[in-house]
Nanobody, 114 residues
Framework: QVQLVESGGDLVQPGRSLRLSCAAS????????MRWYRQAPGKEREFVAL???????SYLESVKGRFTISRDNAKNTVYLEMNSLKPDDTAVYYC????????WGQGTLVTVSS
């Protein structure tokens, strides 16, 4: 079955960097659009970034220039490199794949605080 396992969340100070990983299994990863979403406390889940099978990317406006999504098809893994982190980036970050149905990982917590 489809599985998505996120990792890499941590407590970091503002301005620092973090890289999230999402290991995928149970589907043909190389053919899937992969997305990152996040949900901050008391807020709705929001789209953060997308990468297509051909490497085309799209980002939430507020993270453009700071976040980079990438994928390694050999490892069935999608990454989210986050630089210049701000307190507003604090959230649980989720990996998403749409393979006939929409699948979600369990999330990884990113806390940006001094």
């Amino acid at each position: 079955q489809v599985q998505l396992v996120e990792s890499g969340g941590d407590l970091v100070q503002p301005g620092r960097s973090l890289r999230l990983s999402c290991a995928a299994s149970g589907f043909t990863f190389s053919r899937a659009h992969m997305r990152w979403y996040r949900q901050a406390p008391g807020k709705e889940r929001e789209f953060v970034a997308l990468i297509s099978p051909t490497g085309i990317t799209s980002y939430l406006e507020s993270v453009k220039g700071r976040f980079t999504i990438s994928r390694d098809n050999a490892k069935n893994t999608v990454y989210l490199e986050m630089n210049s982190l701000k307190p507003d980036d604090t959230a649980v970050y989720y990996c998403n794949a749409v393979v006939l149905s929409s699948y979600w990982g369990q999330g990884t917590l990113v806390t940006v605080s001094s």
